[in-house]
């Protein structure tokens, strides 16, 4: 696919930390954009997409939830592609199956009915998560190489309580073999640590997390500005990956044609 202009994708999730940017560079690359929110009355949570460069022209918000089969079904008729990464983000849940795996297993499976409902589409592409991957038991020694055929272990995920990585493990595990079933193009892509500067007006919780647990201790132990503490992070990492730097992508390799 290119980007001239007339090609329609849907971004779910579309007010979260990733998918802004994802909207972002859709607009900018000239694709018109169906983007999903919980409410389309929250203001606080769509300002910064209605403010996007195209938007006015190009951007058309969708009321859906994960939890409401059918609910992406007029957010996806009509587009070649599908941006999935609505899915909870939560580290601390009282009832994981509630909170965590029923949103993540049966919302991704909603976004794929609306998938299979609509001949238009060519490509889907998922925001699992290095979660889906690591956690199986195995060392993970720095000689040990991590590759597409490195799957998490529900079972180790559940007894270890690790609820967070077990929705995105089973989310992914049940989009593979929908997609089989359906003949549908997906593509998984498994980020590890995302950061950055956020479009949206509230922190989300990879961000916050990361302030509280890695910046603001580093910076009260320095002594110094919170602001040399989140240089010196990044800097001592050798560079997180900025989601900035991601508009500065020639392509966007997963959805752009394999030629
Ligand atoms: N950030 C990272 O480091 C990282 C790393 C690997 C993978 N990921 C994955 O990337 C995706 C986006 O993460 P993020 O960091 O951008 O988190 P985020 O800002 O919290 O975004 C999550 C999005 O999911 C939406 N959502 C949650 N429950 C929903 C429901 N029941 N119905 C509809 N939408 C719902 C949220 O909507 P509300 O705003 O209304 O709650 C929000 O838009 C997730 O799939 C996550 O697992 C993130």
């Not at 971004?11 to 954009?33: D, E, H, P």
């Not at 997409?49 to 089969?69: C, I, K, V, Y």
């Not at 690591?134 to 609820?163: A, Q």
Request: hydrophobic fraction near 40%; charged fraction near 25%; proline fraction near 5%.
């Amino acid at each position: 696919m290119g980007s001239t202009g007339e090609e329609l994708v849907c971004v779910t999730g579309a007010s979260g930390y990733i998918a802004s940017w994802i909207v972002k560079l859709l607009l900018q690359r000239g694709y018109t954009v169906n983007a999903t929110v919980r409410s389309i009355r929250d203001t606080k949570k769509i300002a910064h997409l209605l403010a996007l460069d195209g938007a006015d022209e190009r951007l058309h918000l969708f009321e859906a939830d994960l939890l409401e089969e059918g609910s992406f079904d007029s957010a996806i008729q009509g587009c070649q592609g599908v941006f999935h990464t609505a899915s909870p983000v939560l580290v601390s849940v009282s009832d994981p199956q509630t909170e965590l795996i029923g949103p993540a297993v049966n919302g991704t499976l909603n976004v794929l009915k609306s998938c299979s409902k609509a001949p238009s589409i060519k490509r889907i592409v998922i925001t699992s998560s290095i979660s889906s991957m690591i956690f199986n038991g195995k060392p993970l020694t720095p000689d040990v190489v991590i590759d597409e055929s490195w799957y998490s272990d529900p079972v180790y995920c559940k007894e270890t309580k690790l609820w967070y990585k077990l929705s995105k493990t089973l989310a992914e595990e049940a989009a593979l073999k929908f997609a089989k079933e359906h003949e549908l193009d997906l593509v998984t892509i498994h980020p590890g640590f995302v950061i950055g500067p956020p479009l949206q007006e509230a922190l989300n919780i990879t961000d916050s997390n990361f302030t509280k647990t890695a910046l603001l201790p580093m910076t009260k132990a320095s002594d110094s500005d919170f602001r040399d503490g989140v240089r010196l992070q990044i800097g001592k990492a050798g560079g997180f990956g900025e989601a900035a730097e991601t508009v500065k992508a020639p392509k966007i390799p997963a959805f752009e044609d394999d030629d």
